[in-house]
Structures are given as structure tokens and as C-alpha cells.
């Protein structure tokens, strides 16, 4: 079965920049369309970014588009979030997860993902 395992997050100081990562072991990555979500303290998770299982295709949250970037790598089984731009409000768990079938599209809800890592932490604050 697959593991995914965040990393990439800590303390950040507002306007500034972050790469998270989500390298997955023991299953198939390169089919299957990824997402990162986010949960901030005292809030439900919300979806941040998903891409395709080719990588050509994203969807963003609207809280983040235009400042986050998602990208993967099929050859290193690897995800990543590029985040500018950064703000308080973005202070949250950022978890990575692997939908449930193969070949999804993007606009799929958190119920669509099955496999989930166990989250980093991004605090933005000065």
C-alpha cells in the first residue's frame, strides 16, 4: 500500500516563501492525480491544489491561486508546493493525498482521496 510523507514546513515570516514536498513509497504514484489539502487550527480541512496524473493539469483553491504552484514529479514519485507570497492566514497542517482510482480529474472532493500523509506544519507569522 502507499505511503505518502510530507515535508518542507515550518516557521516563515509573512511575504516570504515555501517548498513542500510528498514523496510516495510502496504504490503507484504516476496514475493517479494528487492533492494537497490544509486544516488550520480550529477549522475543518480545506483543499488547497490538485494536479493530474501527467501533471498537466491543476486546480487551485481560490484562497491560493495565483500564489501557489503545484507540481509532481513522476520519476521520483514525489509532489511538490511552491508557496509565495506567504500570509498568516496560510498557517495550517498541509497534507498530501492520492486519490482513491486512477486517472481522476482534478475537481474531485476530499471523499475522493483515500490515502493521506501525516502532515506538515507551515506557521507564517513575524
Known amino acids: 500500500q502507499v505511503q505518502l510523507v510530507e515535508s518542507g514546513g515550518e516557521l516563515v515570516q509573512p511575504g516570504g516563501s515555501l517548498r513542500l514536498s510528498c514523496a510516495a513509497s510502496?504504490?503507484?504514484?504516476?496514475?493517479?492525480?494528487m492533492a494537497w489539502f490544509r486544516q488550520a487550527p480550529g477549522k475543518e480541512r480545506a483543499f488547497v491544489a490538485a494536479?493530474?496524473?501527467?501533471?498537466?493539469?491543476?486546480y487551485y483553491g481560490s484562497s491560493v491561486e495565483g500564489r501557489f504552484t503545484i507540481s509532481r514529479d513522476n520519476a521520483k514519485s514525489t509532489m511538490y508546493l511552491q508557496m509565495n507570497s506567504l500570509e498568516p492566514m496560510d498557517t495550517a497542517v498541509y497534507y498530501c493525498?492520492?486519490?482513491?482510482?486512477?486517472?481522476?480529474?482534478?475537481?474531485?472532493?476530499?471523499?475522493?482521496?483515500?490515502?493521506w500523509g501525516q502532515g506538515t506544519l507551515v506557521t507564517v507569522s513575524s
Open positions: 493525498a492520492r486519490q482513491t482510482r486512477p486517472f481522476g480529474g482534478t475537481r474531485l472532493g476530499p471523499n475522493q482521496y483515500d490515502t
Open positions: 510502496g504504490g503507484t504514484f504516476s496514475t493517479y492525480t
Open positions: 494536479i493530474n496524473w501527467s501533471g498537466r493539469e491543476a
